[in-house]
């Protein structure tokens, strides 16, 4: 288990209130290193509808394959690397795995967030919070 702070990784605390948390397994096979985590976090988002921020917790699958720095591969086989693969050059020694993480986080955040699947969001007309209960236009409207 890996913990950090957003921070390292680059990632505004503001946005990433807990620490990100990853779990690891290392596979070695001569000079190539596989790395499979599961990456734990939160991301503080707002929702697109009520405009409240809410936090989402993420869980993210990531697989980052590494090789020694210069060795190089043909193109044709990291065609074959699944899209959600990562491939990284490593020193002989570490995997830098951050930046993979990062990526990972950003991409898994969704487009127009909403803090629960059916929130009301606003009343168009008085701004209300539809989540508290009707505002009193949803009566006098013709819908
Ligand atoms: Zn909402
Ligand atoms: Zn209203």
């Not at 290392?26 to 809410?54: M, N, P, W, Y």
């Amino acid at each position: 288990m890996v913990e950090g702070p957003a921070a390292d990784l680059g990632l505004s605390d503001g946005e990433w209130p807990e620490p990100i948390r990853s779990d690891w397994s290392v596979d070695r096979s001569g000079e190539q290193v596989t790395a499979r985590g599961e990456i734990h976090a939160t991301a503080r988002l707002d929702c697109v509808r009520c405009l409240k921020s809410f936090d989402l917790a993420l869980e993210v699958p990531v697989v980052v394959h590494a090789d020694r720095a210069g060795r190089g591969r043909h193109p044709e086989q990291e065609g074959d690397l699944e899209r959600d693969d990562y491939m990284r050059f490593h020193d002989g020694r570490q995997v830098e795995l951050g930046e993979d993480v990062r990526e990972a986080l950003l991409l898994e955040v969704p487009m127009a967030p909403s803090c629960r699947v059916d929130c009301r969001g606003l009343c168009p007309r008085c701004g209300a919070e539809l989540n508290e209960g009707p505002c009193g236009c949803a009566t006098e409207s013709r819908a």
